[in-house]
């Protein structure tokens, strides 16, 4: 295993000092080291974060660090090859990658197609990169970063679940909301009406809805989960919407929701009156650690009517919940429901792992 302030002393030695990036759980000790730094940003995305990156070499001439798990290396594609890359701005960069899904690790089928192909990723970007396992490692990424600096192109490590030291003082976990999340989600589900569709983001929320429904053998309606593709929920829900008559609901996460918020403009300029959204706002990044996204300052109610939702409601406690809740259900769309919500308290969570099984049934008409 390797300490977080190891590759903390290897990036200021080389005179890093500026960190931007999407939090993992793979990075979670990472996150918590940088939490109360003052030259660290939590990018919306990770194509957002190597721009941020990009920027302030600009302004510096100091190589930034990014940080992200690989599933977010697509996003980060655009600025990598049309900015940074060396046959265009030649800018160097430094990437700390969360490698879900390497070849040594069990993990998810989504992770385990991207882990496959992620070193090949980098390969076709002419990206050097160390897979950081032990102390040894370190020394090679420190030769690469340097060389990154002298020839101004990108460099990269890879860690996998377990390499970073874990620190008990790692958790961000702190409820800035009130209204319990299960509470809600159970409430909703039991009167959504038949033969609606319920599209659900990554994360906690497309698990707790798979635990709920089987605990409490709530089966009316039938569910897609996103068990990938953060940030693209909305616009999946937007698609199926507009091709049927079923009530869609889409339940997505606060987090999810910033990452291509252009998408819920999308959604509420084109929507027919069967699509709903759900926000579940808890202000943090909770899968992977529970890092502030910092949507508590956002006013929703404003944001939605101006990007083309007809009906807004909010709720942050049980008063006149299930009241709200059926008016939101009965209205016709688009319309949008924030949540304001504690984080997840149900232990031990279940994984989607039939995932040809759960499309085609939720595809039954």
């Known amino acids: 295993m390797i300490k977080v302030n190891t590759l903390i002393n290897l990036l200021k030695k080389n005179n890093t000092n500026f960190f931007t990036g999407v ?3 793979v990075l979670k000790e990472l996150s918590s080291y940088l939490k109360n730094q003052r030259n660290h940003i939590i990018a919306t995305s990770e194509g957002s974060a190597v721009s941020i990156a990009i920027g302030h070499y600009l302004s510096t001439k100091k190589i930034p660090c990014i940080y992200m798990q690989n599933s977010g290396l697509s996003n980060a594609l655009n600025p990598l090859i049309s900015i940074a890359h060396k ?3 030649s800018i160097p960069l430094i990437l700390i990658i969360g490698w879900r899904g390497s070849p040594r690790v069990k993990d998810e089928p989504q992770h385990n197609v991207k882990g496959k192909i992620t070193r090949e990723i980098l390969k076709l970007l002419n990206i050097k990169y160390t897979i950081l396992r032990s102390n040894k490692d370190i020394k090679k990424f420190d030769k690469q970063i340097k ?6 192109s990108i460099v990269a490590c890879l860690i ?3 390499t ?3 620190n008990s003082k790692s958790s961000f976990k702190k409820d800035f909301y009130s209204l319990d999340k299960e509470y809600f989600l159970k409430t909703l589900i039991k009167e959504i009406p038949s033969k609606s569709k319920v599209i659900s983001s990554t994360g906690y929320n497309s ?3 798979m635990y709920l429904r089987k605990k409490f053998n709530l089966n009316k309606s039938k569910d897609f989960y996103m068990v990938g593709g953060m940030g693209h929920t909305s616009s999946v829900a937007l698609g199926y919407s507009l091709a049927s008559k079923n009530k869609t609901f ?5 987090g999810s929701f910033l990452m291509h918020l252009g998408s819920i403009m999308t959604a ?3 929507a027919n009156k069967n699509f709903k959204y759900i926000l579940l706002n808890n202000n943090s990044h909770d899968s992977v650690g529970g890092q502030s996204t910092n949507a508590n300052n956002i006013d929703f109610e404003k944001l939605s009517k101006s990007l083309g939702f007809k009906k807004f409601y909010s709720i942050k406690n049980k008063q006149n919940l299930l009241k709200i809740t059926n008016n939101f259900i009965k209205i016709n769309g688009p319309a949008f429901f924030e949540v304001k919500v504690t984080n997840s308290k149900i232990k031990k969570l279940p994984r989607p792992d039939n995932l040809i099984k759960i499309k085609n049934q939720f595809m039954k008409k």
Not at 147 to 152: I, L, T, V
Not at 250 to 254: A, N, R
């Open 268 to 270: 509420g300029n084109f």
């Open 250 to 254: 889409c339940i997505d996460g606060d």
């Open 87 to 89: 046959k265009v701005y």
């Open 147 to 152: 060389y990154a600096k002298k020839n101004q």
């Open 23 to 25: 939090p993992d759980s």
């Open 207 to 209: 698990r707790e809805l």
């Open 160 to 162: 996998e679940q377990g």
């Open 164 to 166: 970073l030291h874990k």
